[in-house]
């Protein structure tokens, strides 16, 4: 494996403060999306027809692609406008394509260790609908080993049936969307749910015993303020969930923020600045350690991280395979990248024609898997070369001299003997600085 040894990128050595501009900023995998190709859909089709792996633990996961309501931010595939019949045939499509998979030798008698229902809105199906997509998906691949089901659900979907239907399916991790408690905000930047209805879900929830309840905050979005977002903050530690994950808002090319700015002939969305994020989201680090909240991750306090844990996050960061399910869903097999078509109609048709789904996929090399995890890892705050050493036969102070000295007197790291950990400063952008350490012909994203 070559060493790299480029010095940080001038992008990387903009100002602190800077507004917020169109375009992606969270590095949610490696390499980037757009090197996927569908010319290379090929080598998922032969690496299933291979094998049952013994060492690698093996994740589902599911989209469910409808909501009640588009929001302002929202650049995932969804839709607002499918009645029962159209959701109906989608289900049918998911369960076929899954019941194929099922019967392929890679996957053929193995088990999840995790099931993630992601969206879109999960929580928007109804009970019968949950029940038929649940039931049929365990006869093909039962989860009763599974160390955690996890279930995204936007509050004012959810009553005290749907819940008590989703603990009976099985769901370990309810994650609810509530992004702020101000319903001027929630409003204004396209949510379909109020405070009231927050509250509500919340507290069945909990009633009903969930093992994890998460809740997901958006420091910065439209209209928001110092006073505002503490206010938030203050709120959500009276609820006292067993995590929080905050994300700082961005403005991705395919969301109603940016069509409103092409439209204003603006270059700087009407968000909060980058520097007010992280004062904010460090604001609410403070906060929840002083009640006794862990920070685990850049994103993530937890209440009690001997007992929470978060395992799509960590498995998938681990290596292990994802079976993506459903329209435009990506995972990741034997080292292969993967996503399925990016239309429901497209989508369901393909099912039905018996082909597989599949649009674009990307084989990685050894070196890119390297990379992925180390970059991938260093969002949880602190990484031991020696792991990498052991795994990869890597040693990342040598590889990434350059960056990480860099990192450290730019105080965004601290190098000890085995261990690379991140600064407050440096955990909050980490998003901007882990470009720095992906491959020269990988660095054509565009990142704030």
């Not at 700015?261 to 609410?284: H, L």
Request: net charge negative.
């Amino acid at each position: 494996m070559s060493t790299v040894t480029d010095t940080p990128s001038t992008d990387a050595k903009i100002a602190k403060k800077h507004v917020t501009e169109a375009g992606n900023y969270f590095v949610a995998n490696y390499p980037p999306f757009s090197f996927w190709q569908k010319e290379q859909v090929f080598a998922v089709e032969k690496l299933l027809d291979s094998p049952a792996p013994h060492d690698i633990p093996l994740g589902v996961y599911m989209h469910i692609p409808f909501c009640r309501k588009r929001c302002h931010f929202c650049y995932f595939r969804v839709y607002t406008d499918k009645n029962a019949s159209e959701i109906r045939a989608y289900i049918h499509a998911a369960t076929t394509e899954f019941e194929r998979y099922a019967k392929r030798p890679y996957l053929a008698g193995r088990k999840p260790k995790f099931v993630y229902f992601g969206g879109g809105t999960p929580s928007y199906l109804s009970v019968p609908q949950l029940q038929e997509l649940t039931n049929r998906m365990k006869e093909l691949m039962p989860w009763d080993e599974a160390e955690e089901v996890a279930f995204e659900a936007e509050p004012g979907t959810l009553n005290e049936k749907k819940l008590e239907a989703l603990r009976e399916i099985g769901v370990t991790r309810l994650s609810l969307g509530v992004e702020h408690f101000d319903d001027h905000i929630l409003e204004s930047n396209g949510r379909a749910h109020r405070s009231g209805e927050v509250a509500r879900a919340y507290n069945f929830a909990r009633g009903l015993g969930f093992e994890h309840i998460n809740i997901d905050l958006i420091a910065g979005m439209m209209n928001d303020t110092t006073e505002l977002w503490r206010a938030a903050v203050a709120k959500a530690i009276t609820m006292q969930p067993d995590c929080v994950t905050i994300y700082q808002m961005e403005v991705p090319y395919n969301t109603g923020i940016y069509k409103q700015m092409q439209t204003e002939g603006k270059e700087t969305a009407p968000v909060a600045d980058w520097e007010t994020k992280r004062e904010w989201v460090s604001y609410a680090f403070d906060e929840f350690e002083k009640v006794g909240y862990t920070v685990t991750s850049a994103y993530t306090v937890v209440k009690d991280p001997n007992k929470i844990k978060f395992v799509y996050r960590d498995a998938l960061w681990d290596g292990a395979d994802l079976l993506p399910i459903g329209v435009a869903s990506f995972g990741h097999l034997g080292g292969i990248h993967l996503q399925n078509q990016a239309d429901i109609v497209p989508y369901i048709e393909t099912i039905e024609r018996g082909e597989s789904a599949i649009f674009r996929a990307y084989a990685t090399s050894p070196d890119e898997r390297f990379v992925r995890e180390f970059i991938l890892k260093m969002k949880l705050g602190s990484v031991k070369p020696s792991y990498y050493k052991n795994k990869f036969g890597e040693d990342v102070m040598t590889r990434f001299a350059s960056q990480l000295g860099w990192m450290r007197d730019e105080g965004f790291a601290s190098l000890g003997n085995d261990e690379i950990k991140l600064t407050r400063e440096g955990l909050l952008q980490i998003d901007r600085l882990l470009h720095e350490f992906f491959m020269p012909h990988h660095r054509s994203a565009r990142y704030t």
